[in-house]
């Protein structure tokens, strides 16, 4: 449903219609397209996060699409991540990831500095310092 209401937004025309449509994830690949440029990826991207049940379906079957899979799977892969949560990434692709305890320990102060820039979280520092969350010393 978001994926349609962004999509109607946007007027996206034909992003529209094919998240309007009721298309399983097997015809996915074929359906969303994923050309090299960014007008077939993101509406790629979209349409797989929208329409697969997990995580996993959806990065994977953007990496079995063809063209520029790696992009659309990148995009797939971070709006199936915001859709479903960190939790229902598998363990399996986590294990597998070089340098995967950077990318944890920096998620905190990520998140914080999105939660920061969106009105959300009151500063209490003095006006004119650093309003950015401060990482730690590396060691």
Do not use: C
Not at 76 to 82: K, R, T
Not at 94 to 120: C, E, F, N, T
């Amino acid at each position: 449903r978001w994926a349609v209401e962004t999509a109607a937004f946007l007027s996206a025309g034909e992003l529209a219609y094919r998240l309007a449509g009721d298309i399983s994830t097997a015809d996915s690949e074929e359906a969303a397209g994923t050309g090299g440029i960014a007008t077939l990826s993101v509406p790629a991207a979209i349409h797989l996060a929208s329409s697969s049940g997990s995580f996993e379906d959806a990065v994977f079957t953007a990496a079995r699409a063809g063209g520029a899979s790696d992009t659309v799977g990148a995009i797939a892969g971070a709006l199936a991540g915001a859709r479903f949560g960190a939790g229902a990434i598998p363990q399996g692709l986590i294990d597998g990831l070089g340098g995967r305890i950077y990318v944890s320990l920096a998620a905190p102060w990520y998140y914080k500095a999105s939660l920061q820039r969106a009105g959300l979280v009151i500063s209490i520092r003095p006006e004119g310092e650093n309003e950015r969350p401060v990482m730690p010393p590396r060691r």
